[in-house]
């Protein structure tokens, strides 16, 4: 048996979506945006690809899968939660992305409260309520846009944030060799 260090299946470099090759080398704290609640289905995907807009008001933007449930839900509901994920949340974050599998459903993952905007998971460094600016989501290349207006934004004690670049997760805090897990 042959160990590969990389995927067995994965395209030669020169193959490979370019864009995606240089979105994946930017990096970055991993978001879970949520939507819905109450009459309408809950909701959420793992985001990565997203920007915070500094100004009054400040907006969040994030680029979407056009065929996810949380489009659909966000354009139904005009608002979400982006809850931004610390390193506990592996698994979470790939369940809500579809890389792996949720018995029960993504919501039984965590412990979540309800907001005006939409589920909250407990336990975030920070979280942002948010309302989208225009009725339908723009197509931009593979993806829809949604802007948004943060409304509300609740910043709590930083934890060891959930980062990802290049298809991994990755730790700052593990980088250096501390260890608080």
């Not at 589920?119 to 225009?134: F, I, K, N, Y």
Request: proline fraction near 6%; glycine fraction near 12%; charged fraction near 20%.
């Amino acid at each position: 048996m042959t160990i590969h260090s990389e995927h067995p299946f994965l395209e030669p470099a020169a193959n490979r979506d370019q864009v995606r090759r240089l979105r994946g080398r930017l990096g970055g704290q991993v978001t879970l945006w949520t939507a819905g609640g109450g009459e309408v289905p809950r909701t959420g995907l793992t985001v990565s690809s997203r920007m915070i807009a500094s100004g009054e008001p400040g907006h969040a933007l994030a680029l979407l899968d056009p065929d996810s449930d949380l489009a659909a839900t966000l354009v139904r509901t005009r608002t979400c939660v982006m809850n931004l994920l610390g390193w506990e949340h592996r698994d979470l974050a790939d369940a809500f992305a579809g890389e792996l599998p949720a018995p029960g459903g993504r919501f039984r993952m965590g412990e979540w409260t309800s907001s005006q905007w939409g589920p909250v998971l407990g336990g975030v460094a920070a979280w942002a309520g948010l309302r989208l600016v225009d009725g339908e989501l723009p197509v931009v290349g593979w993806s829809v846009l949604a802007d948004t207006v943060i409304e509300q934004l609740i910043l709590g004690d930083e934890t060891e944030p959930l980062l990802h670049r290049r298809g991994s997760y990755h730790s700052p805090e593990r980088a250096a060799g501390h260890h608080s897990e």
